[in-house]
């Protein structure tokens, strides 16, 4: 597979040569879905809690007798199927929403995104990307004479000024490649990757 490498001006100057394993992949939908929600599964924190029906605070006396009222029995004003009573199955902040997915299935997921971004020239390659000083104007002009708006940039190692021009920036992330996840591939409207990224993800994952 071929990769268009462009300069600081956003014109293509060159091709770089890529492992048809990692970005020649059938695009596979189902298998992009099930890594992105697995991935956005495993990151929740379990912030809810509801009471059961033995932590609301209710009378623990039976409301009327077993048998001669006409009424259907109750024991006690906690249930469930009360109003004011517990839930049946409460949240509590210790849930887990872990979805387990096997390695080769989660290689093979990102490799089809890889390859779906460079079918469709959403993907690609600079030879270096750093900026002089940590400053959001520095770093804003050089994505915006690129002719990027909406930009996930993937670098071999995340350099200090990147990360912190990168902050205040909501149309810009800078991640190393061991950070690359499949919601920031697919959220983002275009990928640039360095020379040295693309050869670290082939070590990884080709």
Same mark, same amino acid.
């Given at each position: ?11 293509? #100057?060159?091709?770089? #040569? ?59 004003? #906690?249930?469930?199927?009360? +109003? ?18 096997? +390695?080769?299935?989660? +290689? ?10 460079? +079918? ?87």
């Amino acid at each position: 597979m071929e990769l268009k490498i462009i300069d600081a001006n956003g014109a293509s #100057s060159a091709t770089l #040569s890529a492992a048809d394993t990692l970005f020649g992949r059938d695009y596979n939908e189902a298998l992009v879905h099930q890594i992105v929600v697995a991935y956005q599964a495993n990151g929740r924190l379990g912030t809810r809690k509801q009471l059961g029906r033995s932590e609301v605070s209710k009378s623990k006396k039976k409301p009327w007798r077993q048998k001669g009222t006409g009424r259907a029995r109750a024991g006690k004003a #906690s249930s469930p199927l009360w +109003r004011g009573g517990g839930r049946i199955f409460a949240s509590t902040p210790d849930e887990n929403f872990e979805q387990k997915i096997n +390695r080769k299935m989660y +290689r093979a997921g990102m490799a089809s995104i890889l390859s779906q971004l460079a +079918r469709e020239d959403r993907l690609k390659v600079v030879d270096d990307f750093s900026i002089e000083a940590p400053k959001t104007r520095l770093l804003a002009q050089k994505v915006k004479s690129m002719g990027l708006e909406q930009v996930l940039v993937i670098t071999d190692e995340v350099d200090e000024n990147l990360w912190l021009s990168s902050r205040n920036l909501t149309n810009v992330l800078i991640l190393g490649v061991h950070q690359a996840d499949p919601v920031s591939l697919v959220h983002y409207d275009n990928v640039l990757m360095t020379r040295k990224a693309v050869s670290k993800i082939e070590e990884m994952w080709a």
